[in-house]
């Protein structure tokens, strides 16, 4: 018997390590404000107005942060947001 093949370690390797997708927002939980980058997808602030790229809506469209927010998502993943939406 040699039809025996192994999985290279190498591919789940790379599969574990394609991280590099940015947080997609559900547009029914974002307000209008929120949407169009008037408002921080997070926190809501209007002001300062948030100019830090935090992810996207499903269609591509782009949801800006404040600054202390930003911090937040890069400190820690996309994948704790949820604990960020509950600071505030
Ligand atoms: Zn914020």
Redesign the pocket.
């Known amino acids: 018997m040699s039809g025996l093949s192994m999985m290279r370690p190498s591919d789940a390797a790379n599969a574990d390590t394609a991280t590099t997708e940015r947080y997609i927002f559900d547009p029914g939980s974002l307000s209008s404000a929120q949407i169009m980058g008037d408002a ?1 997808a ?4 209007k002001w300062p107005r ?1 100019r830090n790229p935090l992810g996207g809506l499903p269609e591509g469209h782009e949801v800006y ?2 600054d ?2 930003a911090g937040i998502v890069e400190a820690h993943t996309a994948r704790s947001m949820e604990h960020a939406l509950a600071i ?1």
């Open positions: 921080c997070i926190c809501h602030v948030p942060g404040c202390e927010c505030h």
